[in-house]
Each structure stands twice: as structure tokens, then as C-alpha cells.
């Protein structure tokens, strides 16, 4: 069984540009997350796909982050305009359906350099 | 401060030895979680304990959990080379369905051969 699996791997833009994300997470995962990190910070919660819908986007940090998960199975992370701080790695994580305690499984994971 | 802050934040160990690592929180969770980070790579899951639950289990690791001192600890035994890498904690309230994750800084943890 394929892992959550993410592009590209690394990026590398000019402040202003628009740069877009990838995610495909395992094949039945209702649950799609997407989390970053950035240089020296903890992994912060951006937010929680079920399906197609947005279950929670309490973490994007600004409109300038546009999630999407068009049929629901793969998501795209949209940063436009991007911002010097944006750097740092974004992860996904998918999960199966339930409302019982489970694991995600992360993917390997962006990493973002805005310059 | 944050949810899941873990320490010590690096860790030397030689080959053999257990490796303790601990995590605090602060807010009410369903359940507390342990990752690992190898270099470069994805977060890989390790464990999952449940808030009724006092100790876990899982070949080399040892997670215990104490709610009434919000905090955890992950124990590695006989630690190998390979167990290089950081490790995270992460706290989940689960609200109803509503799964989030609330990681700490991560403990680095470096075994010499």
C-alpha cells in the first residue's frame, strides 16, 4: 500500500510568487490534514480535510493560503502571494474515517524556501 | 508555552543504552502520541496512548502517561544506531470528530555505534 505522498519535495520562489502544493494520501483516507513547520518552531496545525469539506481550518494563518480537495481524494495548498515567514516544511497526514482515537500517517513532506 | 513541549531537546546516548524522553502539556487530551523523524523524512508513528491508559507497549518502546502531571514519557531500550532521529510528541483533544494534532519541538536523539 502506497504512503501519503507529496510534491514537489522542495521549492524554491520569490517573495510575491504563487506557489501550489501537493498531497495524495492513502488510498481511503477520508481524513486529509495539513500541517508546517517552520525553522525552529514546532509543527503547527493548518487544517482538516473529511472528504471534501473543511472540517477545521482554525490554523491557516492568513488568506493568503487557499486549501482545496476537489473530489476528495488529492489536496492541493495554494500560497499566494508568498511571504518571506511562509518558509518552513508542510506536511500532510491522512487518516481512515472514524471518530475514535487513530494515527496519521504523514507524508515525507514540502519543503518551502521563499527568498 | 506549548501544547507537547518535550525535553531534554537533544539527547546523546551510546549503542545499548535506554533513552528516556519526556512531554508535557497543558490542556485536556483524548490521547498523546509519539513520532519519529529520521532526517529528511516524513513523521513515521510510533504510539498511541490513550488518556484511560496508564503504560503502552510496543517491541523496544515503553510510553507511559500520567494526566493528573500532564505528561508523558517514551522510553527506548536497548537503543540502536538506527534509532537516530528526532522525536515528537503530540497531544489530540479529539472533539468529536475533529482529529488535531499539538506537537512539541522534538528531542533529538543521537546513538553512537
Known amino acids: 500500500e502506497a504512503g501519503v505522498t507529496q510534491f514537489p519535495s522542495h521549492s524554491v520562489i520569490e517573495k510575491g510568487q504563487t506557489v501550489t502544493l501537493r498531497c495524495d494520501p492513502i488510498?481511503?483516507?477520508?481524513?486529509l490534514y495539513w500541517y508546517r513547520r517552520v525553522m525552529g518552531k514546532e509543527i503547527k496545525f493548518l487544517l482538516h480535510?473529511?472528504?471534501?469539506?473543511?472540517?477545521?481550518e482554525s490554523g491557516m494563518p492568513n488568506n493568503r493560503f487557499l486549501a482545496e480537495r476537489t473530489g476528495g481524494t488529492y489536496s492541493t495548498l495554494k500560497v499566494q502571494p508568498a511571504e518571506l515567514e511562509d518558509s518552513g516544511v508542510y506536511f500532510c497526514?491522512?487518516?481512515?474515517?472514524?471518530?475514535?482515537?487513530?494515527?496519521?500517517?504523514f507524508g515525507p513532506g514540502t519543503r518551502l524556501t521563499v527568498t | 508555552s506549548q501544547q507537547g513541549e518535550e525535553d531534554p531537546q537533544a539527547l546523546s546516548i551510546q549503542e545499548g543504552e535506554n533513552a528516556t524522553m519526556n512531554c508535557s502539556y497543558k490542556?485536556?487530551?483524548?490521547?498523546l502520541q509519539w513520532y519519529r523523524q529520521n532526517s529528511g523524512r516524513g513523521l513515521v508513528h510510533l504510539i498511541l496512548?490513550?488518556?484511560?491508559?496508564r503504560e503502552k507497549h510496543s517491541g523496544r518502546l515503553r510510553v507511559t502517561l500520567d494526566t493528573s502531571k500532564k505528561s508523558s514519557s517514551l522510553l527506548i531500550t536497548a537503543s540502536r544506531a538506527a534509532d537516530t532521529a528526532s522525536y515528537f510528541c503530540?497531544?489530540?483533544?479529539?472533539?468529536?470528530?475533529?482529529?488535531?494534532?499539538?506537537f512539541g519541538k522534538g528531542i533529538t536523539l543521537s546513538v553512537r555505534p
Open positions: 497526514a491522512s487518516s481512515q474515517a472514524g471518530t475514535g482515537p487513530r494515527e496519521q500517517y
Open positions: 488510498s481511503g483516507h477520508d481524513n
Open positions: 480535510f473529511v472528504k471534501e469539506s473543511k472540517q477545521d
Open positions: 490542556t485536556s487530551i483524548n490521547n
Open positions: 496512548i490513550r488518556s484511560n491508559e
Open positions: 503530540a497531544t489530540d483533544a479529539l472533539v468529536g470528530a475533529n482529529s488535531k494534532l499539538t
